[in-house]
């Protein structure tokens, strides 16, 4: 929720600018100091969990043979998270998903340092998402090297992002750009496959048990 923020900086490009010449965690928070968020909100009715689930999700996962090996990683959770407080409702929603926030060092971490983490009141669900699975310290890793790779990173991330192409066409579409796609795609279907990460154990931070929500 808090790097989504980050969006709204005036930069075109926002990779060279935010991720290469600054660190996005510093320029976002430094930006929330300047353009407080009066109300935040999160639209978990569909979620993405997985290694690269902030890309695209499947609904149905097959190998070469076409057997299906999982149902991908889109999971209808039905949840909206709202407030007026930006750092309670990133909480929550980490929390929603098995994180722990006082192991977060970057995003939420430096926002908690910036402006102090205030009492909430969390009215609801208080429970994690069922079989949910977490990204891994690996991924983050390899995530956080190769946004310092440049072109590399360019190519990746560009080549696997995925949107709408009838509600959002693209202003051009070139050889280079189709070669790059299919590359994109294969490696990044090829990750989803294997279905690596940290498998979140059901827990409820409220007075329900999560076996009766």
Known sequence: MIKNTYGCLPARDKFTEYHQKREVDTATIDALKHFPVHFAAIDATWSLDGPL???????????????ILNTGNIHRTDTVIGGRDLLAVERVGML?????????????????????????????????????LNIGEATCLQLDIGEELGVMAH?????????DPVLFPP??????????????????????????????VPRCHGPVDCRDC
């Not at 689930?53 to 057997?67: A, I, N, P, Q, T």
């Not at 190519?155 to 949107?163: D, I, N, R, T, W």
Request: hydrophobic fraction near 35%; proline fraction near 1%; glycine fraction near 12%.
């Open 155 to 163: 190519f990746f991330g560009e080549s696997m992002a995925h949107v």
């Open 53 to 67: 689930g902030y890309k695209e999700g499947f609904d149905v996962v097959r190998d070469e043979d076409g057997r």
């Open 96 to 132: 929603k998903m098995g994180l722990d926030p006082a192991e977060d060092s970057r995003f939420y971490g430096q926002a908690v340092e910036a402006f102090g983490e205030r009492d909430f009141e969390w009215v609801g669900d208080t429970c994690t998402y069922e079989e949910w």
């Open 171 to 200: 202003y051009k579409t070139t050889w280079v750009r189709k070669v790059m796609h299919t590359v994109g795609r294969y490696f990044f279907v090829r990750k989803v496959r294997g279905r690596k990460g940290i498998r979140v």
